[in-house]
């Protein structure tokens, strides 16, 4: 059984009198231990399947299911209660709350899906070369410091799953090897990640290549 899979998933929008539709009944699957990229260009519809993957957007047609569980037509407690049990979602900003340290952002996230691993911090920052910045305030961060950091508060309560949304869009090579190291790592140990890039040397390590376009799953 998959971890996570979502059946011709449609999502429309409406601006005045104009509809867009931003999901055009896309299906996909995600299995444990799987590091699957998501491509395609903007506007395509990538972020809008992120959100109703995880359950922060509701689909208008078809649905959701994390470990057989369904996650659409459901409140959202209901909802945020499957987000804190079986997600991590790395998006593009605001995964920090700037009034606390990297270190505090890290336990806090921990201590929300009750899996609090005081003992595991200094590791996890470690093996993303941040260990130096667990004390600092998000302010004081680089936009690569901040996305290593922001990486390591999804990855402290171990998800079973992870969505990350361009999560090396603002790092250097060096540090987007490392980022994906850690990805691939994250899935020996039975993660299931789907990433959200433009990066090709990115993509090109994942397992499975996802393209998307105009709301629709593209072959080939």
Do not use: W
């Given at each position: ?35 699957v990229a998501l491509r395609g260009p903007s506007g395509s519809g990538k972020s809008t399947l992120l959100a109703c993957l ?17 996650m659409t037509r459901r409140t959202e407690p209901e909802r945020a209660r499957l987000r804190a049990r079986h997600f991590g ?121 996802i393209d998307i376009r105009d709301g629709r799953i593209v072959d080939g």
């Amino acid at each position: 059984m998959p971890v996570l899979e979502a059946t011709e998933l449609y999502r429309f929008f409406h601006t005045g009198d104009d509809e867009v539709v931003a999901l055009r009944g896309v299906g996909i699957t995600l299995d444990a231990g799987e590091f699957v990229a998501l491509r395609g260009p903007s506007g395509s519809g990538k972020s809008t399947l992120l959100a109703c993957l995880a359950g922060i957007d509701e689909p208008d047609g078809g649905s959701v299911s994390v470990f057989g569980e369904r996650m659409t037509r459901r409140t959202e407690p209901e909802r945020a209660r499957l987000r804190a049990r079986h997600f991590g979602m790395l998006m593009q900003s605001g995964n920090l709350f700037e009034h606390l340290t990297v270190q505090a952002n890290i336990r806090l996230q921990m201590q929300i899906s009750g899996r609090d691993r005081p003992d595991k911090v200094d590791g996890l920052l470690g093996s993303l070369g941040i260990e130096s910045l667990a004390g600092e305030l998000p302010n004081h961060l680089s936009g690569g410091e901040a996305a290593r950091a922001s990486l390591a508060v999804v990855l402290g309560p171990r998800p079973a799953i992870l969505l990350c949304d361009e999560p090396t869009a603002e790092v250097d090579a060096a540090t987007e090897q490392r980022v994906v190291d850690r990805f691939i790592e994250v899935c020996r140990g039975g993660t299931a990640v789907l990433v959200v890039t433009h990066s090709s040397a990115l993509a090109t390590r994942a397992d499975r290549i996802i393209d998307i376009r105009d709301g629709r799953i593209v072959d080939g």
